[in-house]
């Protein structure tokens, strides 16, 4: 069954308006002199005025968002106040505007609707960056996946196949979470690779039965005991990987040799940062104002905060107000487990390990929609049960 009109216009609009973040005028999108992100946010923002918002919804989103608000203070003291405002507003304007338009689907037409759009509109971006990489470097990470860098891609790749595993049945269910999960890896990101693989996992713990898990620790054993023949039967060492190789030696507990100024590779590099601004938090705890992180503690990587969303909350915005900030990211973890809801779980573990807060609107707005968005009839989840590999699964809501 095709989607009607007003679901494809309400939702592309509003993962649109979630990718381009920012409403100032972005030199990357300007045709002709013409600010092209600046012109879709307007229509957007006119687009959402005839979106559909339950009035209890609106409220409780506004309610949730007042630490935020609390958390534009500290840019009066900010050495960066610029800097600091443009993440705000990135994270409240698009996050707003993208939640109303997304949310309008959803109140038509169904959650299942919305995911099933979502998940076509990221496997064209999929299909569009595969041509476009072979052309300038297929395996390349300073080469940009059409659009997006490397982590942002690697998430949009991990919401995909999470979606896909909700609205897809049988084999094209698998064929395209495999797809999906392959693109993420392509990425060489860490924090996506981590964030997808302990969300499906976790997905297979919560429902699966216990046959099923059974099934579902011997495949991966199997999995994991066959790259390592591969790789040994290619006689290939762990620095012969590059990134991946440096994401498997974490994992076995090798950190390697880390140095506070010149770390060797990003996770040496991101131990590095996270040290420096916990130590940060302590000495200013009122925060040293949003954006100032960067001019403030001199990491000597070309990077403007700490890629964690805890330590750049706490130390940008004070422990207090930091703290109260982190409320509208977690909410979701109150709501029942739903299709979005492990979207945003998602993002949560993706946002632990990289992004600022204004990378963080896509687990604000997939947290709301996890928490407020309802249409009138929806019950449980989609089926899990159908298809090969799946058969144990309980999809009851917890």
């Known amino acids: 069954m095709l989607p009607s009109l007003d679901a494809i216009v309400y939702s592309s609009m509003g993962l649109l308006v979630l990718l381009i973040g920012s409403w100032v005028p972005d030199d990357r999108l300007n045709v002709s002199g013409l600010p092209i992100d600046l012109l ?25 968002q007042i630490p935020l608000l609390l958390l534009g203070i500290t840019i009066f003291w900010s050495v960066e106040p610029e800097l600091g405002l443009d993440k705000l507003t990135t994270l409240m304007v698009s996050g707003n505007l993208g939640f109303i338009l997304l949310n309008t689907v959803i109140e038509k037409h169904g959650e299942e609707q919305l995911a099933k759009l979502i998940a076509f509109y990221l496997g064209i971006l999929l299909l569009v960056a595969i041509p476009y990489k072979i052309a300038f470097g297929f395996f390349e990470r300073s080469v940009n996946f059409f659009i997006n860098g490397p982590i942002v891609f690697g998430r949009l790749m991990a919401i995909a196949a999470l979606l896909s595993l909700f609205v897809l049945d049988g084999k094209k269910r698998i064929f395209t979470i495999i797809i999906f999960c392959l693109a993420v890896v392509w990425t060489e990101s ?40 591969l790789i040994n039967s290619l006689q290939l060492s762990l620095s012969d990987l590059g990134r991946l190789g ?11 040799v880390i140095d506070q100024y010149a770390s060797q590779g990003s996770f040496g590099a991101r131990i590095a940062m996270w040290s420096m601004t916990i130590d940060l938090i302590p000495e200013v705890p009122f925060g040293i104002g949003l954006g100032a992180w960067d001019a403030t503690v001199d990491t000597r990587l070309p990077t403007p905060h700490p890629h964690n969303l805890f330590l750049e909350l706490w130390s940008e915005g004070g422990i207090l107000l930091g703290s109260f900030a982190i409320i509208p990211f977690f909410v979701f973890l109150a709501a029942p487990r739903r299709i979005f809801w492990f979207v945003a779980l998602c993002l949560c573990l993706a946002q632990m390990l990289s992004g600022d807060i204004a990378d963080a609107r896509f687990l604000m707005v997939f ?7 309802r249409r009138e009839g929806d019950g449980e989840l989609p089926n899990l049960t159908a298809g090969a590999g799946l058969s144990g699964l309980n999809v009851a809501r917890p």
């Open 40 to 64: 879709i946010m307007i229509a957007a923002a006119l687009l959402a005025t005839t979106g559909k918002i339950r009035r209890a919804t609106l409220r409780s989103i506004a309610i949730v």
């Open 190 to 229: 860490k924090g996506p690779i981590l964030s997808i693989a302990l969300t499906l996992i976790g997905v297979a713990l919560i429902y699966a039965s216990p046959p099923t898990r059974k099934k579902f620790y011997w495949y991966s054993l199997t999995f994991l005991l066959a790259a390592a023949i």
């Open 367 to 373: 947290g709301f929609l996890s928490c407020f968005s």
């Open 246 to 256: 440096a994401l498997f030696s974490v994992l076995t507990g090798d950190l390697g």
